[in-house]
């Protein structure tokens, strides 16, 4: 019914950058937060940042300043913007949504993942 697919991961020196991107299809009426989780070996899954369909922000307090949430609306889209990103920032990544589907359901909804591994 509803598809969150991400984009963007990968392999990057410490102090680099890297954006992911997450797009949502299917049978959406309307969609209320949108975010990025992540989970670590051996640890749970953690909210990085959520953004509200009226562009209300929240960040885990070890990302503030560094990492950046944006979202298009008309697009259903989420990204992700990651800057002077730290070894400790290696983890498989989830977008999630908050979906009003066609059929007058709120239901969550999770993409597949997609690894971010940061070297030292």
């Known amino acids: 019914q509803v598809q969150l697919v991400e984009s963007g991961g990968g392999l990057v020196q410490a102090g680099g950058s890297l954006r992911l991107s997450c797009a949502a299809s299917g049978s959406i009426f309307s969609i209320r937060t949108m975010g990025w989780f992540r989970q670590a070996p051996g640890k749970q899954r953690e909210l990085v940042a959520s953004i509200t369909s009226g562009g209300m922000t929240n960040y885990a307090d070890s990302v503030k300043g560094r990492f950046t949430i944006s979202r298009d609306n008309a697009k259903n889209t989420v990204d992700l913007q990651m800057n002077s990103l730290k070894p400790e920032d290696t983890a498989d990544y989830y977008c999630?949504?908050?979906?009003?589907?066609?059929?007058?359901?709120?239901?969550?909804?999770w993409g597949q993942g997609t690894q971010v591994t940061v070297s030292s």
């Open positions: 999630n949504a908050d979906v009003l589907t066609k059929y007058a359901n709120w239901n969550d909804y």
